[in-house]
Every structure is written in C-alpha cells, then in structure tokens.
C-alpha cells in the first residue's frame, strides 16, 4: 500500500490537509489489521501442515480457527476498503473496487480455481 500522506493529498473539494491526512491514517491503520489476518493465516497454516496430519482433533481444530480468520479477513478488508476509499475519492486517488478479484477492471482468477493441479506435481518445479 502506497503512504497516503497528507503531502501527496490534493483535495478535490472541501477536505482540507487535516481531514484528508486523519482519513489516510484511518485507512493505514485498517490495511494493517486486514494484513495481520494474513501473516496469521500462514502461522496456522504452517502450523497444519507441520502437526496436522497424524491428529485429526488438532486439525479440526485448526480447520475451525482458520474458518474464523476467513470471516475475520472478509470483514477486516471490507473496512480498510471502507477507511481507504474514503481517503481516496477527495484526495483524488483510485478507490479499491467491491470486488478483491478485480484491479483496475481485470478479474484475477479466484483461489479455487486452483484446486485441479494434482497434488504430486510441483508448480515451482522448471522441469516438471
């Protein structure tokens, strides 16, 4: 995420230096909870693939914490996108679309669809 210092603020209406620099610091501090989900989420998954295979209790209760990061995370970027557009739209920078899979109007391919590549080739291997 770019700093959205008050400095590169140029605002497209009322909003003067003040509001525009609080509204940028609202949005940091909203990107920054929405990226703790993630660095949690590779603990727990390092954390499953490391103990998980042999108890199916530990797993499950993995599976069910990483479930609730998953609402956690959905929640937690809908409100930086909240905080970051409100700070982008006077500042006159690009708001962050409704939809995570979309940037600047190209569609990403969603997570699942990756779910066809067998589990024995290895994607990172040149000479697979």
Not at 12 to 32: I, M, Q, T, W, Y
Not at 51 to 69: H, I, S
Not at 104 to 110: K, M, T
């Amino acid at each position: 995420m770019s700093d959205l210092s008050s400095s590169e603020c140029t605002p497209g209406s009322d909003f003067g230096p003040l509001v525009l620099s609080d509204l940028a610091n609202r949005a940091e501090k909203a990107h920054a909870e929405h990226v703790e989900g993630y660095t949690a989420g590779t603990v727990l998954h390092r954390l499953y693939l490391a103990e998980g295979f042999d108890d199916e209790e530990f797993r499950g209760a993995l599976d069910l914490v990483l479930a609730r990061l998953g609402l956690w995370r959905v929640r937690t970027r809908a409100e930086w996108r909240q905080a970051y557009n409100a700070w982008a739209i006077p500042a006159g920078a690009d708001p962050v679309p409704a939809d995570p899979t979309v940037v600047d109007g190209e569609s990403f391919a969603h997570v699942d669809e990756f779910d066809d590549i067998p589990l024995d080739d290895n994607p990172y291997d040149p000479h697979a």
